[in-house]
């Protein structure tokens, strides 16, 4: 029941907002405060009994899913707060009309929908369907203004992520195919029956099936070199959307990949998905070094560190391990915690400068100085400074990498975290300083989009400084759930 509630909570809000615009925002809002309770309640029942089920339904919670679920209606709620402030600053401007306005608050909730059906379901077909819905979902709300740019970039995303899970789906349909010949049931997609399967599955259809996944929903997490939808789109989005594709959509990307990786791990030989995950992580932490070295749009380099972090997150995924695999996890909230916070304050630079251009942005510190704060604060979170969140958990997969044999890749990481160090601060460094544009006007805007941008900074620091111990549990039991613990 817990699971139908969860999601049948944005699917109510989205019809609600549609039938209701006098109280769109309210509803709104008080839509996604719902969706991160139920959230709240699906993990407080997954700590308590391991496993919360819908029989029936194809839907299933382990420790993996109710962390995700959480992260993605959390982050959601970050968004989610900004959307009312940001849509009659953008009326107000003239960049959107008041139809495509009301028709942004119902698609946001049914984006939530999506993501969160990906990571609930118990049926790996199920997710393939859901990750696809994400797709259709989203595509409408890059082009929310109608700009040629925007139009392009929802074009350039809807037909790489579909050809991407196309891919994906040929990757289900050999394991599906390989786990029938041994006769298995109807469920034969479940993650329970997969994992139990595994060792009795062919040991090259498994590795060839992963390689079909890997493209596939790599594509979708923004992976090099399938990666190139992603700095057009999210630099295109609507702040609120940009947040939450950056914060969220491309883990759910990764969640699959981990799915997949664990099945595989015990059809094949060791150290095969790892060495593909290790491989396409450099990769992209390659590609979004040499474009964040010298970034001229901030939207654009946002969206490139994105790619960045994902394939350290494939790193850890790839140097295995409680080390590993719980750095990874943890690296992918506290990304999701910075990145958001990043994009929802972009927006708000965006609509006062009117620029996303690196050049013409100067004085922020002095025109809108708690947003200033905010964005260098942030920013300091997200290349890893301590006492960040992120600085321990890149800290953990590195660690992994230099003690699991991994020491070339993880000495290779290390030297690419640094380039993009020095990039991303030399950029922000020229954006906070000098003299404000003339005529630009002081003082912030409304001030209650800060107020999850604030909590999410409080929490990258607690998350640096002192580690919870019950965040250390549940990422052990995380991993010991999906099985990857070794």
């Not at 509630?5 to 925002?25: E, F, N, Q, S, W």
């Not at 960049?95 to 049926?123: G, K, Q």
């Not at 349909?173 to 994992?195: P, T």
């Not at 350290?312 to 750095?327: A, D, N, P, R, S």
Request: hydrophobic share 60%; with cysteine.
């Amino acid at each position: 029941m817990t699971l139908l509630i969860l999601l049948a909570t944005p699917l109510a809000g989205a019809a609600l907002v549609a039938a209701d615009g006098r109280r769109a925002d309210a509803l709104h809002v008080a839509t996604a405060l719902a969706t991160a309770a139920g959230a709240g309640v699906l993990a407080v029942q997954v700590g308590r009994s391991g496993m919360v089920a819908a029989p029936g339904w194809g839907l299933g919670a382990d420790a993996l899913s109710a962390f995700m679920a959480a992260m993605v209606a959390g982050i959601a709620l970050v968004a989610a707060v900004g959307v009312p402030a940001y849509l009659r600053a953008e009326q107000a401007a003239g960049r959107l009309v008041a139809a495509r306005a009301r028709a942004f608050r119902p698609l946001f909730h049914l984006f939530v929908f999506t993501m969160l059906l990906a990571v609930t379901t118990d049926n790996a077909g199920l997710v393939w369907v859901a990750v696809e819905g994400t797709t259709l979902a989203s595509v409408f709300l890059i082009t929310l203004e109608r700009t040629r740019a925007s139009l392009e970039a929802a074009y350039k995303y809807l037909l790489i992520c579909s050809v991407g899970i196309a891919v994906a789906f040929i990757g289900t349909v050999l394991l599906y195919a390989d786990i029938q010949r041994l006769g298995e049931s109807e469920q034969a997609l479940y993650w329970s029956a997969l994992m139990a399967a595994a060792p009795r599955l062919s040991r090259r259809v498994v590795e060839l099936s992963f390689v079909f996944l890997l493209i596939g929903y790599g594509t979708k997490a923004g992976l090099a070199p399938m990666h190139t939808w992603l700095p057009d789109a999210h630099s295109e989005a609507p702040a609120p959307i940009s947040a939450l594709m950056s914060g969220v959509l491309l883990n759910v990307g990764l969640y699959a990949l981990l799915r997949f990786k664990a099945v595989t791990d015990l059809a094949a030989a060791p150290g095969y998905t790892g060495r593909l995950l290790v491989g396409l992580g450099l990769a992209s932490m390659a590609v979004a070094a040499a474009s964040l070295w010298a970034p001229r749009n901030y939207k654009r380099m946002l969206a490139y560190s994105s790619v960045e972090h994902v394939g350290l997150v494939c790193l850890g995924f790839g140097f295995g391990g409680f080390w590993g695999v719980g750095g990874a996890l943890l690296h992918m909230l506290t990304h999701a915690l910075a990145k958001s916070s990043l994009f929802v304050l972009a927006g708000r630079l965006l609509q006062r400068y009117g620029s996303a251009e690196v050049a013409r942005v100067r004085g922020l510190t002095q025109a809108m100085p708690w947003t200033g704060a905010a964005f260098l604060a942030a920013t300091l979170a997200l290349i890893g400074l301590p006492p960040f969140g992120l600085f321990v958990s890149e800290i953990l997969v590195l660690r992994a990498g230099f003690a699991g044999g991994h020491a070339w890749a993880a000495g290779a990481a290390l030297a690419l975290l640094v380039a993009v160090f020095g990039g991303v601060l030399r950029a922000v460094n020229r954006m906070l300083h000098g003299a404000p544009p003339e005529g630009l006007p002081d003082g912030e805007p409304s001030r209650w989009p800060l107020v999850p941008v604030g909590v999410n900074l409080a929490l990258l620091v607690a998350l640096g400084v002192a580690f919870p111990a019950g965040l250390a549990a549940a990422l052990a039991r995380i991993v010991q759930a999906v099985g990857l613990g070794g």
